[in-house]
């Protein structure tokens, strides 16, 4: 397998990895994921890793790179299903996944997009500073 499934749900991108990843493939996935979100204009990613056990410091780098390059193309980036070993391991290496929000299962990382999504979509509140009482 060279590719890594990216779904596209209205607005989002859905990635789910069921295999642990290689490298050659951590960075198809990078490369991919930026395409989809130029090519589909989307507003969020979900990345779902629950099956994954173990994340080395390369596969938390690529995921802090989607996470930064997704938000310079105007897409939050939620990574769910994170077991806490990947967690404490993610923690141990210094990795802070900067630009990557975090949910415990898909449903809850969707709630999640649709929430950041709404607000960066609410105009801001406009008020007349000239008006008088």
């Known amino acids: 397998m060279d590719r890594i499934?990216?779904?596209?749900?209205?607005?989002?991108?859905?990635?789910?990895?069921?295999?642990?990843l290689y490298d050659r493939l951590a960075t198809n996935l990078e490369s991919d994921l930026v395409q989809m979100v130029n090519k589909t204009e989307a507003k969020g990613v979900l990345i779902d890793i629950s099956a994954l056990s173990i994340v080395d410091s390369f596969m938390g780098r690529i995921l802090g790179n989607i996470g930064s390059m997704s938000k310079i193309m105007d897409a939050e980036t939620v990574v769910v299903g994170m077991q806490p070993a990947v967690a404490i391991t993610l923690?141990?290496?210094?990795?802070?996944?900067?630009?990557?929000?975090?949910?415990?299962?898909?449903?809850k990382g969707m709630e999640l997009l649709k929430e950041k999504i709404a607000?960066?979509?609410?105009?801001?509140?406009?008020?007349?500073?000239?008006s008088t009482e």
């Open 119 to 130: 607000s960066d979509e609410e105009p801001p509140d406009e008020t007349d500073e000239d």
């Open 5 to 20: 499934p990216i779904l596209r749900m209205g607005k989002f991108l859905l990635v789910t990895i069921q295999i642990d």
């Open 91 to 107: 923690i141990e290496l210094g990795l802070e996944l900067k630009g990557v929000h975090t949910a415990l299962n898909v449903e």
